[in-house]
């Protein structure tokens, strides 16, 4: 009995070194380096935040946080938010659309670039990626699919199958302008600012896919859709016109 006693405080000595060494490791554990983190500026209502304070990794920093430049500086090149705006101008997506389709028709393909550009602009879509969107789904304006050229459907809306080819819009400006809310259904819940003209809007959920990420089985079944289209916003912006003496 002497001997229980005597040890009973050693005892509880490692018990006590025991416990605190365990909750060190469960707190270090949890904790990553700023510097390994991609940051992205997003809206507030997309983060989940912590809970009770607990040490958690997050992939985004609310707006009104502060943060180094070097977070600013490690955003991708290629657009990755839907909403916002674009770089490119119209002569260049022109340019670069012939670029890649010797046979599309240079008039149309700068009258399509404005609307691009004019069209994103009212609704706050990167009209980089619409326009880049617009060339996978069209095949740089060969088509030759369930769509044709005379739809003036630039992004496969209502395109499922045999029986469902696509919708027809009476104009290169309307089929433009429902391509856009179409995006804007996906990437945002505010309400449009032009007329509604894409009859398959209602059937989006809104603000689902707040980057080219979330396009993939969504917009498209293709599991590929969003690396498609940043390969092609890549060739976009490393595309120079003065290096392509055709054009």
């Known amino acids: 009995m002497t001997d229980t006693i005597i040890m009973r405080p050693f005892v509880f000595f490692f018990l006590f070194c025991t416990i605190i060494q365990a909750e060190s490791q469960i707190l270090v554990g949890e904790i990553v380096p700023f510097e390994t983190q991609r940051v992205f ?17 997050i992939d985004a920093v609310f707006p009104d946080e502060s943060f180094p430049d070097i977070a600013i500086n490690d955003l991708p090149a290629v657009p990755w938010f839907i909403m916002g705006k674009g770089e490119v101008r119209a002569e260049q997506l022109a340019s670069f659309l012939l670029n890649e389709n010797i046979n599309a028709d240079r008039a149309f393909a700068e009258t399509l670039a404005a609307h691009y550009i004019a069209e994103a602009d ?18 740089f304006l060969r088509f030759g699919g369930l769509v044709i050229p005379e739809m003036n459907n630039f992004c496969g809306l209502g395109s499922i199958g045999p029986g469902e080819e696509g919708i027809w819009f009476p104009s290169v400006e309307l089929g433009v302008r429902a391509h856009i809310q179409h995006l804007k259904a996906y990437a945002s819940e505010d309400p449009l600012t032009g007329e509604l003209v894409d009859p398959r809007y209602r059937f989006v959920r809104r603000g689902s896919a707040l980057t080219i990420n979330g396009l993939a089985g969504t917009w498209a079944a293709d599991k590929l859709y969003a690396d498609k289209i940043k390969l092609i916003l890549d060739r976009l912006f490393s595309y120079k016109p003065e290096e392509n003496k055709a054009l």
């Open 41 to 57: 500026a997003v809206p507030e209502k997309f983060i989940t935040k912590p809970v009770n304070d607990f040490p958690v990794v």
């Open 122 to 139: 009212k609704e706050g879509i990167n009209h980089d990626v619409a326009f880049a969107q617009m060339c996978l789904e069209t095949g």
